[in-house]
C-alpha cells in the first residue's frame, strides 16, 4: 500500500489552479508548440494509445503545424511504435523510450501474470517467452495465432492467459500498417528488438524517468507518478533526487515535487479550449485529478470501459465532442458563456482543418449535459 506523505508547512502553496497551468505548460496545451512530432513524443514521454487515432489528435491538439502524416511517416520508418507499456496499456513511444521504458515497468508486468496463475498451472513461463519469441520474430502474429500455437505446448492451459503470459513477459510491438493514419490493419506482433534492429537495455534505475515525468507532468507527488506509470515504491528515488528539485504542497497538503527551472505560469495565465482525444495523458497521469477535472465532473468522460473524447475550456474538463456524419458536435457539462463558445468554435475549426481538411464539418452544440 503506497503511503501518503505530507508536506512540511513551510513548502509553497499550488492552488488547483496554479497546478492546472503548470501542468497544461508541461503538456504543451496552454500555446501550440513549435516541437517535431518525434520531439513532442519524447518529451510527453510516451501517448496513450489503445485505439489507433487518439496520438493523432492529442499532437494536433498540441502542437503547430502538425500533421497526420507526420506521425505516420514516423511509424513507418520505425522511428516510434505502438507497445503496452504504463498502466499496461497500449503506447505511442519513441523508439529509445521503448526500448528503455518497457524494460522500467517490466515488473508491473510480471505482477500482471498473478491474476492468469490458475490458467498457467504447468507452463514453464521462461520456455514460454523463448517460443513466443521464436514464434513472433519467424513472423509476426496476432494474439489468435499467438494462442493457438502455444495451446499446442501447453493443451491444458488457459489459452487467453498463455497469450497474455507471453505479452507481458516480451516487449510485443504492433507493427505496421496497423497506427499509420488512413490505414487499417490488424494487431499483429513482434518484439521490439525484432522491429527495431537492437536490443534492449538494461532495466534502467527510476531516477532518469521520475525526472522526465515532472517536466512533462509536474509538479507532482510520489503518488501521481506511481499511477502514471503503474510502478509501486518509487519514494526512494524521489528522495534521492529530493537535493535537485523543489517541493510544494497542494490544497490537500500533498507533498509534491517538482523541476527548479520548470514553468510554473500565474494561475491566471489564459488557458483557450483544446479539443482532446479519448484516454489523453493529460486526464490519467495523476493519483489526484482535480487539477484538470471538477470534482463535480468526476466520471463523466468515461461510461463502463468506453471513454470519450474530451474538451477542456479554461484549462479544465467542460464537455465532451464526437464527429458524426457532418458535424462536430460539443456536448458542454455546463453552460458556455458567448465569449467561451466562439472560443470553441474557433479551436474547433483549428481541429478540423489540421486533421480532416477538407471534410465539410458543422461545428454544432448539443445538449448540455450537466
Given at each position: 500500500?503506497?503511503?501518503?506523505?505530507?508536506?512540511?508547512?513551510?513548502?509553497?502553496?499550488?492552488?488547483?489552479?496554479?497546478?492546472?497551468?503548470?501542468?497544461l505548460?508541461?503538456?504543451?496545451?496552454?500555446?501550440p508548440?513549435?516541437?517535431?512530432?518525434e520531439?513532442?513524443?519524447?518529451?510527453l514521454?510516451g501517448?496513450?494509445?489503445?485505439?489507433v487515432k487518439?496520438?493523432?489528435?492529442?499532437?494536433?491538439?498540441?502542437?503547430?503545424g502538425?500533421?497526420?502524416?507526420?506521425?505516420?511517416?514516423l511509424?513507418?520508418?520505425?522511428?516510434?511504435v505502438?507497445?503496452?507499456?504504463?498502466?499496461?496499456?497500449?503506447h505511442?513511444?519513441?523508439?529509445?523510450?521503448?526500448l528503455?521504458?518497457r524494460?522500467?515497468v517490466?515488473?508491473?508486468?510480471?505482477?500482471?501474470?498473478t491474476l492468469?496463475?490458475k490458467g498457467?498451472?504447468g507452463?514453464?513461463?521462461?520456455?514460454?517467452?523463448?517460443?513466443a519469441?521464436?514464434?513472433?520474430?519467424?513472423?509476426?502474429?496476432?494474439m489468435?495465432?499467438?494462442?493457438?500455437?502455444?495451446?499446442v505446448?501447453?493443451?491444458?492451459?488457459d489459452?487467453?492467459?498463455?497469450a497474455?503470459?507471453?505479452?507481458?513477459?516480451?516487449?510485443?510491438?504492433?507493427v505496421?500498417?496497423?497506427?499509420l493514419?488512413?490505414?487499417?490493419?490488424?494487431?499483429?506482433?513482434?518484439?521490439?528488438?525484432?522491429?527495431?534492429?537492437?536490443?534492449?537495455?538494461?532495466?534502467?534505475?527510476?531516477?532518469a524517468?521520475?525526472?522526465?515525468y515532472?517536466?512533462?507532468?509536474g509538479?507532482?507527488?510520489?503518488k501521481d507518478?506511481?499511477?502514471?506509470?503503474?510502478l509501486?515504491r518509487?519514494?526512494?528515488?524521489?528522495?534521492?533526487l529530493?537535493?535537485?528539485?523543489?517541493t510544494?504542497q497542494?490544497?490537500?497538503?500533498?507533498?509534491?515535487?517538482?523541476?527548479?527551472?520548470?514553468?510554473?505560469?500565474?494561475a491566471?495565465?489564459?488557458?483557450?479550449p483544446?479539443?482532446?482525444?479519448?484516454?489523453?495523458?493529460l486526464?490519467?497521469?495523476?493519483a489526484?485529478?482535480?487539477?484538470v477535472?471538477?470534482?463535480?465532473?468526476?466520471?463523466?468522460?468515461?461510461?463502463g470501459n468506453?471513454?470519450?473524447?474530451?474538451?477542456?475550456?479554461?484549462?479544465?474538463?467542460?464537455?465532451?465532442?464526437k464527429l458524426e456524419?457532418?458535424?462536430?458536435v460539443?456536448e458542454?457539462?455546463?453552460?458556455?458563456?458567448?465569449?467561451?463558445?466562439?472560443?470553441?468554435?474557433a479551436?474547433?475549426e483549428r481541429?478540423?482543418?489540421?486533421?480532416?481538411q477538407g471534410?465539410?464539418?458543422?461545428?454544432?452544440?448539443?445538449?448540455?449535459?450537466r
Open positions: 500500500m503506497t503511503k501518503t506523505t505530507t508536506a512540511s508547512t513551510a513548502a509553497p502553496v499550488l492552488d488547483n489552479r496554479a497546478l492546472n497551468r503548470a501542468t505548460d508541461r503538456q504543451l496545451l496552454l500555446r508548440a513549435p516541437l517535431s512530432a520531439a513532442a513524443v519524447e518529451h514521454v501517448l496513450q494509445a489503445q485505439n487518439p496520438p493523432y489528435y492529442a499532437l494536433a491538439a498540441r502542437l503547430d502538425f500533421a497526420p502524416e507526420e506521425l505516420s511517416g511509424m513507418a520508418e520505425r522511428r516510434v505502438r507497445i503496452v507499456s504504463m498502466r499496461s496499456t497500449i505511442t513511444h519513441t523508439a529509445d523510450d521503448c528503455t521504458l524494460p522500467l517490466q515488473p508491473a508486468r510480471d505482477r500482471e501474470l492468469f496463475r498457467l498451472q507452463v514453464d513461463l521462461d520456455r514460454l517467452a523463448a517460443l519469441r521464436d514464434l513472433v520474430e519467424t513472423e509476426p502474429r496476432t489468435k495465432q499467438l494462442r493457438e500455437a502455444l495451446l505446448e501447453w493443451p491444458d492451459a489459452p487467453q492467459a498463455l497474455i503470459a507471453a505479452r507481458c513477459r516480451l516487449p510485443l510491438v504492433q505496421t500498417p496497423r497506427g493514419w488512413g490505414r487499417s490493419g490488424q494487431v499483429l506482433l513482434t518484439t521490439a528488438e525484432h522491429w527495431l534492429g537492437r536490443p534492449a537495455q538494461p532495466t534502467p534505475a527510476p531516477d524517468t521520475v525526472l522526465r515532472l517536466a512533462a507532468f509538479p507532482a507527488s510520489v507518478m506511481q499511477t502514471w506509470a503503474g509501486t518509487l519514494r526512494e528515488a524521489f528522495e534521492r529530493r537535493p535537485q528539485l523543489v510544494f497542494d490544497e490537500k497538503r500533498v507533498e509534491l515535487f517538482d523541476l527548479p527551472d520548470a514553468p510554473r505560469p500565474d491566471d495565465t489564459p488557458a483557450p483544446r479539443f482532446l482525444p479519448e484516454f489523453d495523458n486526464l490519467l497521469s495523476h489526484d485529478r482535480t487539477r477535472v471538477p470534482p463535480e465532473y468526476r466520471g463523466s468522460a468515461w461510461q468506453l471513454a470519450h473524447r474530451t474538451l477542456l475550456v479554461d484549462g479544465f474538463l467542460a464537455g465532451v465532442w456524419a457532418d458535424a462536430l460539443v458542454p457539462f455546463g453552460r458556455l458563456t458567448k465569449a467561451q463558445r466562439e472560443e470553441v468554435v479551436e474547433g481541429m478540423l482543418t489540421v486533421m480532416h471534410s465539410p464539418y458543422d461545428i454544432r452544440f448539443g445538449t448540455v449535459l
